[in-house]
Structure formats: structure tokens, C-alpha cells
């Protein structure tokens, strides 16, 4: 069963940047895509970035630009790289496989505040 570890969130202030980090138990990378999901207090998980074979991305308009997704298919890691950040990223972030899924993990808080 694939087990995903993410890591690299934290509190930063507005304009700041992270690196968050998702490691996979298993060799999946070269079979499915990976996406970077968030959570905000009250509402809905959303999808903010995929990465599929061949590193095509998609990015949700919102972090278009400020966002990169990456991954390392040796370490079975994927990561984002965030810049530019505002308070309104501030959510737990998610990664899992992408179209399909498996269990989430306990993600990683992102905060962003003055």
C-alpha cells in the first residue's frame, strides 16, 4: 500500500517562500501522476498542481506563477516549490496520486501571516 509523507510546511510571512516535500513508500512515480492538494479551514480540499508523466503541470489559476511542482522520480519524492506567498495559501497542504487516489496523509501546515 503506498504511504505518503509530507514535510516542509511552516509559518512565513506574506511574499516568503516554502518547499514542501511528499514521499511515496513504492515505486509509483513512473506509472501515475502526482498532485499537490490544500485544505483551508472550512472549506472544500482543492487541487492546486499536478505533474504527470513526461512533467507536463497544471496549476489552479491562483498559484499560476508563484507555484512549481516538481519531483524526483530516483527518491520517489515529489515537491512544490512556493514563492510570492499570501495569506489566503494559508491551509494544510496534501499530496496524492493523481487522477486516481490513495489514503491522504496528515499533511503539512502552511501558514502565511504578518
Known amino acids: 500500500q503506498v504511504q505518503l509523507v509530507e514535510s516542509g510546511g511552516g509559518l512565513v510571512q506574506p511574499g516568503g517562500s516554502l518547499r514542501l516535500s511528499c514521499a511515496a513508500s513504492?515505486?509509483?512515480?513512473?506509472?501515475?501522476?502526482m498532485g499537490w492538494y490544500r485544505q483551508a479551514p472550512g472549506k472544500q480540499r482543492e487541487l492546486v498542481a499536478t505533474?504527470?508523466?513526461?512533467?507536463?503541470?497544471y496549476y489552479v489559476d491562483s498559484v499560476k506563477g508563484r507555484f512549481t511542482i516538481s519531483r524526483d522520480n530516483a527518491k520517489n519524492t515529489v515537491y512544490l516549490q512556493m514563492i510570492s506567498l499570501k495569506p489566503e495559501d494559508t491551509a494544510v497542504y496534501y499530496c496524492?496520486?493523481?487522477?486516481?487516489?490513495?489514503?491522504w496523509g496528515q499533511g503539512t501546515q502552511v501558514t502565511v501571516s504578518s
Open positions: 496524492n496520486l493523481f487522477p486516481t487516489s490513495v489514503s
Open positions: 513504492g515505486s509509483i512515480f513512473n506509472i501515475y501522476g
Open positions: 505533474i504527470r508523466g513526461g512533467g507536463i503541470t
